[in-house]
């Protein structure tokens, strides 16, 4: 499948639920955007574009937007991260931009980065405008790369930007990633991340879907390309292990959170646990409260002040509704062919640190759903024979130019990093894209 395609279309069917998944933090209304725009005090060396991982110009791009230049504001945030839309909606900027904001020095309110750039990029998809880049000229160069992800979508562009082809292979029948697949539909909807692909093939970047690459396949790959990128993301969701763990009701966070973004799961039973208490854990939390379960727990073994979740994500959920149960462990699902309740033993901290069960202190939570979010594994097995190193499953790479200990090999976000943020995926993706480019262009001058 090549050129420019319409998978904005096949997220139809999906609007009853994006109805009852209304937007985290709703788009600017031109008059509010212009307004938060005019209290950017525009700085010259910004520390909001420092702490963007892709550096996108914020000073720029919000002054264009002061000015009424909409479509030179989209430009400034495509040309440095060509995901600029998805990481409006997606992106921590409580962390990132917009906690390095100048404004906090005065007291004051942090610039609304975030939305400021949504508002931009919906004009570019409103107003019907293509990709404001094109394609460089062929240099004969074809690269593959694994997994349709943010990583391979932003290395992608900036392999067609310099006239490389790049063919992506995913498993999935839509590209994305995790951006389609495995993100809240609050925070980025299925049809956005979707219709921002669709902009991105107008460079020319091609799909294969439903192709599942082990070794035999990677062998192949590396014959008839000049280039691989690795952009497989992390496996499957941890299993706990304990007894009634396989029974009609246990799932885990991604499948649980693909399912009600693509129409599969259309509701939650009315009592619901999440294991775990990351990110993703929340993501699944609150899904199932907007589901329409009566009681959601979020299970975690230690404190809050040990949760990996975000601070504001926290406090999303529990404006939502989730309620917390802390220092417990499950050590049995309940249940005969389905879950009926989660048997959870309360912890305490030993004198050498570690977390042992209070005696004769379990009890049982009742329960109809358990959906796991305890990490991820890594997703490189087919990489075991020394193809490319890795350390403890990660895939090392030069952080400059992603290139792995295999010079045809590179590689970019969560199979590297171990799991960060959309941007994060984004900027290793770019960064490699370049040094691909590079790297050939150095190959075809040595040939």
């Known amino acids: 499948m090549s050129g420019a395609t319409n998978f904005y279309s096949k997220a139809a069917g999906t609007a009853e639920i994006a109805e009852r998944f209304g937007d985290l933090h709703p788009p600017f209304e031109k008059t509010a955007a212009v307004t938060e725009a005019h209290r950017c005090l525009y700085c010259f060396d910004a520390p909001c574009m420092g702490a963007c991982p892709t550096h996108i110009d914020v000073p720029k791009f919000i002054k264009k937007i002061a000015s009424g230049n909409l479509e030179g504001s989209a430009k400034t945030i495509l040309d440095a991260n060509i995901l600029g839309a998805s990481c409006a909606r997606a992106c921590p900027v409580d962390v990132l931009c917009e906690g390095a904001c100048v404004m906090h020095r005065y007291n004051k309110q942090p610039i609304e980065i975030g939305r400021l750039q949504r508002f931009a990029m919906d004009a570019l ?62 925070k980025l909807p299925l049809a956005e991340s979707l219709r921002e692909i669709d902009l991105l093939t107008e460079l020319g970047v091609e799909f294969h879907f439903e192709t599942v690459v082990d070794a035999a396949k990677l062998v192949e790959l590396e014959t008839r390309y000049d280039a691989v990128f690795l952009g497989v993301g992390l496996g499957a969701i941890h299993e706990l292990g304990i007894v009634g763990e396989e029974l009609e009701g246990v799932t885990n966070a991604l499948d649980f959170i693909a399912g009600y973004k693509s129409g599969a799961i259309e509701s939650a039973p009315a009592k619901v646990a999440v294991i775990g208490a990351g990110n993703t854990a929340i993501d699944a939390a609150n899904a199932a409260v907007r589901l329409g379960a009566d009681e959601v727990h979020m299970v975690y073994r230690r404190g809050p002040e040990q949760m990996s979740a975000f601070a504001f994500e926290y406090e999303h959920a529990m404006r939502e509704g989730v309620k917390f149960l802390w220092n417990v462990a499950p050590v049995k699902v309940a249940g005969t062919t389905k879950v009926h309740g989660l048997e959870l033993a309360r912890l305490e901290t030993s004198a050498d640190g570690s977390l042992v069960p209070m005696q004769g202190e379990n009890f049982v939570l009742a329960v109809d759903l358990v959906v796991l979010a305890i990490g991820q594994g890594t997703h490189t097995d087919f990489l075991l024979d020394g193809k490319v190193q890795l350390e403890r499953g990660r895939i090392v790479i030069d952080r400059a130019t992603g290139q792995t200990s295999n010079a045809k090999y590179f590689a970019g976000g969560d199979c590297t990093n171990g799991g960060r943020e959309v941007v994060d995926a984004v900027a290793d993706g770019k960064r490699a894209g370049i040094g691909i480019a590079v790297w050939l262009e150095g190959q075809h001058a040595n040939a």
């Open 125 to 186: 998809h409103a107003s019907g405008a293509g990709m404001p880049f094109t394609p460089g000229a062929a240099t004969g160069k074809s690269v593959a790369l694994i997994g349709g992800g943010p990583a391979s979508l932003a290395c992608a562009a900036e392999l067609r930007r310099r006239g490389v082809r790049a063919e992506i292979f995913d498993a999935r029948p839509l590209p994305g990633g995790l951006n389609t697949y495995g993100i809240a539909e609050y």
